[in-house]
């Protein structure tokens, strides 16, 4: 006589996220605005915003950019703030920073959508191996968003997991 298998995990209240789900496929790319430096040390203002009114930005189109300026230079605040107002509405993410903060942005955005009271009082485990560039910071954020509602957290695959969080249980009177 042989027992019918049951996959337990199939069968489980556990919520499984996967963070590749919240990967934005555009491409990743650095503005250096170092490039519009008069000898890469001063930024000449009527020639910043000429370059700024005949520049191409349709290039950025669904793009996640990242703006730096790479020399050792003053650039002023409105240079920055300029950059953004062509990089808004045509890019899907443009931030201040390294690829790093990029990387950040994009997953904090993409996260902030997730619909935590769904998740009130479940197991949810955050899945850890995959095929995209998942950024560690985006594991920290997922945790950050979920531990004040879901019943316990963990990380790894449903049938294989490390527990990374359990909420207390209230006393019963």
């Not at 489980?12 to 605005?33: A, C, Q």
């Not at 730096?68 to 240079?79: K, L, N, Y």
Request: charged residues 25%; contains cysteine; proline residues 6%.
């Amino acid at each position: 006589m042989s027992e019918e298998i049951v996959n337990r995990v199939a069968n489980s209240p556990i919520v499984s996220i996967d963070l590749e789900d919240y990967y934005h496929p555009g491409e990743r790319v650095v503005y250096d605005i170092a490039d519009n430096l008069f000898q890469r040390m001063i930024l000449k203002e009527k020639d910043f915003r000429q370059f700024v009114k005949e520049h191409d930005w349709e290039q950025y189109q669904g793009k996640n950019v990242s703006i730096i300026c790479s020399e050792d230079a003053i650039v002023p605040t409105w240079a920055y703030m300029l950059l953004m107002t062509k990089l808004e509405g045509v890019a899907n993410m443009a931030v201040m920073g390294s690829l790093e903060t990029l990387e950040y942005a994009i997953f904090q955005q993409a996260l902030s959508k997730v619909d935590v009271n769904e998740l009130k009082d479940r197991p949810v485990v955050v899945k850890g191996c995959g095929d995209l560039p998942i950024p560690e910071s985006a594991y920290v954020e997922v945790t950050r968003l979920l531990k004040p509602h879901v019943k316990s957290l963990m990380y790894g695959e449903p049938c294989s997991t490390v527990p990374l969080y359990k909420k207390p249980r209230t006393p019963k009177n």
